[in-house]
């Protein structure tokens, strides 16, 4: 069974430091481009950054650039999150699609077949 799992949520203080993980269990996500999504209460769903499955493309959404990073480790992904703002505040997702296009990557949630449990971030003083 194909499985995406996210932890590293939390509570932390405007300005504040967090670092997701998404993990994969029964797959290897080597050919699978990852997505970051997020939602916040009474919100639409929003894509915050995506990493191709090779690695070398990746992007972010205007409103996170220059504070989050994502990178990917074997069968993991990762998503540095500095400068934490109140408006960070949500239930973060990780998804995957399989694809045969080592360079891109998609920040469209309805492209991705695969998608974890959520965590919750927080960001209040």
């Known amino acids: 069974q194909l499985q995406l799992v996210e932890s590293g949520g939390g509570l932390v203080q405007p300005g504040g430091s967090l670092r997701l993980s998404c993990a994969a269990s029964g797959f290897t996500l080597d050919y699978y481009a990852i997505g970051w999504f997020r939602r916040a209460p009474g919100k639409e769903r929003e894509a915050v950054s995506c990493i191709s499955s090779g690695a070398g493309s990746t992007n972010y959404a205007d409103s996170v650039k220059g504070r989050f990073t994502i990178s990917r480790d074997k069968n993991t992904v990762y998503l540095q999150m500095n400068s934490l703002k109140p408006e960070d505040t949500a239930v973060y997702y990780c998804?995957?699609?399989?694809?045969?296009?080592?360079?891109?990557?998609?920040?469209?949630?309805?492209?991705?077949?695969?998608w974890g449990q959520g965590t919750q971030v927080t960001v209040s003083s």
């Open positions: 998804a995957a699609i399989l694809t045969v296009v080592q360079d891109m990557c998609a920040m469209l949630g309805e492209m991705y077949n695969y």
